[in-house]
């Protein structure tokens, strides 16, 4: 499957730029960079592109709306158009809130629960470390990222990958920053653990969720 390779950063001005409140958006593409003084949104918060000049010239749709925050999310758990939809689909399936049940789909994705657990510096960086088989799952190895967790599923790191200067690192910063309540990490054992499904309020997507229900909706 195909992937974008393009620079990222370009990627949260664009949605900063599009943003009506003037918030400064960043989508966490590029790890501790995002919250140093280099992010490009910090440093130029406009959208990409030679003559751009930060403001709209043209009033949005409420379909440009939803297209907006679609892509927005779709970017920042960087899942494909496809892959995406499917979720959504899934979502629908399930009764309660549409919105909520996609993003919790999303949060429980393998990848996404190793950033949460400050196991990786970015999604990016998460996905590389579960494909190339640093995980394992309820003690099997799991090297899919989009593999979904479920509530009492305990995730840990294989044994030969805690001495790699990758996780020595990261390992470091975990130590001084807390994942969501809904996860639970032991630092001496190195194994955390899916407590429940995300609650709405845990989970610090900045997106409107119902936007994409009524795009999907459509």
């Not at 003690?139 to 509530?151: A, F």
């Not at 990261?170 to 032991?186: F, G, S």
């Amino acid at each position: 499957m195909s992937r974008y390779t393009g620079p990222v950063c370009r990627l949260c001005r664009r949605e900063t730029a599009a943003s009506k409140t003037g918030e400064k958006i960043k989508l966490f593409l590029k790890g501790d960079r995002c919250l140093s003084r280099n992010c490009a949104v910090e440093r130029r918060g406009t959208a990409p592109g030679q003559k751009t000049t930060g403001k709209s010239r043209t009033k949005v749709s409420e379909y440009g709306r939803q297209l907006r925050e679609k892509q927005k999310m779709r970017r920042y758990y960087g899942v494909h158009e496809t892959q995406f939809e499917n979720y959504f689909r899934e979502a629908a399936r399930v009764p309660g809130q549409t919105g909520r049940t996609f993003l919790q789909l999303l949060e429980r994705r393998l990848d996404n629960v190793v950033y949460r657990l400050n196991l990786a510096t970015s999604r990016a960086q998460a996905r590389q470390l579960v494909t190339h088989r640093h995980f394992r799952v309820n003690g099997r190895i799991v090297n899919i990222p989009s593999y979904i967790l479920r509530t009492g599923d305990v995730v840990s790191i294989a044994p030969g990958s805690l001495k790699s200067t990758v996780f020595e690192s990261n390992l470091d910063i975990a130590q001084n920053r807390r994942p969501p309540e809904w996860l639970e990490w032991n630092d001496q054992e190195k194994v955390a653990k899916v407590l429940q499904l995300p609650p709405r309020e845990q989970i610090d997507t900045p997106v409107d969720e119902q936007l994409i229900v009524e795009y999907y909706s459509r």
